[in-house]
């Protein structure tokens, strides 16, 4: 072997062997899972923005989306997500730095914030089933319930989450795992997040562009 490979050394500063090296911590493990996980969603919302690009048109003599989206509602909408985000940030310090109460506080504004944010998406879903523009009508309207009903249901787990997240804080403490954890929620919540973002801009905005 190279030198190159021997960049492991033990207590005597003898290097280690690559292959008798022991196996990675924990930490690292479930970090390299979770982003794996992250990736795997990337992939999934992906494809479904590449559904809703290609049926984006096929309305079946129904409805296109500058006929039937608020962009009012939707822009209270993104404001609660994109502020639960900034308030989740808040909630990982002051976990880091074991302020109770703080951390307690942001994580309730982060989690109300965030069911704001599924209250609106679900009135929206509500008001278009009822004037009859329900995910069977047509292959757009398909391709749009199921990108931003796949987002909610997102949000959804996150809330649930973080509900499960507190818990653990109030039983466990801010030990290194809970800590560990918390940043995967973050990075989970930012994600989504940036998801949101793509899902306002091109469904929504693109929209009445297209139809301007």
Same mark, same amino acid.
């Given at each position: 072997?190279?030198?190159? !490979? /021997?960049?492991?050394?033990?207590?005597?500063? /003898?290097?280690?062997?690559?292959?008798?090296?022991?196996?990675?911590?924990?930490?690292?493990?479930?970090?390299?899972?979770?982003?794996?996980?992250?990736?795997?969603?990337?992939?999934? @919302?992906?494809?479904?923005?590449?559904?809703?690009?290609?049926?984006?048109?096929?309305?079946?003599?129904?409805?296109?989306?500058?006929?039937?989206?608020?962009?009012?509602?939707?822009?209270?909408?993104?404001?609660?997500?994109?502020?639960?985000?900034?308030?989740?940030?808040?909630?990982?310090?002051?976990?880091?730095?074991?302020?109770?109460?703080?951390?307690?506080?942001?994580?309730?504004?982060?989690?109300?914030?965030?069911?704001?944010?599924?209250?609106?998406?679900?009135?929206?879903? !509500?008001?278009?089933?009822?004037?009859?523009?329900?995910?069977? !009508?047509?292959?757009?309207?398909?391709?749009?319930?199921?990108?931003?009903?796949?987002?909610?249901?997102?949000?959804?787990?996150?809330?649930?989450?973080?509900?499960?997240?507190?818990?653990?804080?109030?039983?466990?403490?801010?030990?290194?795992?809970?800590?560990?954890?918390?940043?995967?929620?973050?990075? @989970?919540?930012?994600?989504?997040?940036?998801?949101?973002?793509?899902?306002?801009?091109?469904?929504?905005?693109?929209?009445?562009?297209? /139809?301007?």
């Amino acid at each position: 072997m190279s030198g190159a !490979h /021997h960049a492991t050394v033990d207590a005597h500063g /003898h290097a280690i062997p690559f292959s008798q090296r022991g196996p990675e911590s924990i930490g690292s493990m479930i970090s390299f899972g979770f982003w794996l996980f992250l990736l795997s969603d990337i992939v999934i @919302f992906s494809s479904l923005f590449a559904a809703y690009a290609v049926l984006n048109g096929h309305t079946a003599g129904g409805p296109h989306g500058s006929q039937i989206f608020d962009l009012g509602g939707v822009f209270k909408e993104t404001s609660c997500l994109l502020l639960s985000s900034f308030t989740c940030g808040l909630m990982l310090i002051a976990a880091e730095r074991k302020q109770m109460t703080r951390f307690y506080g942001w994580l309730v504004v982060t989690w109300v914030l965030g069911a704001a944010f599924i209250g609106f998406e679900v009135t929206e879903f !509500h008001e278009f089933v009822v004037k009859g523009y329900g995910p069977t !009508h047509s292959a757009f309207l398909t391709a749009f319930f199921s990108l931003v009903g796949t987002h909610g249901c997102h949000v959804t787990s996150g809330l649930i989450w973080l509900l499960v997240m507190a818990a653990q804080v109030a039983t466990l403490g801010m030990n290194p795992k809970v800590l560990r954890r918390l940043f995967c929620f973050s990075l @989970f919540w930012h994600a989504l997040d940036l998801v949101w973002i793509g899902v306002f801009t091109i469904v929504y905005l693109g929209a009445f562009h297209v /139809h301007a």
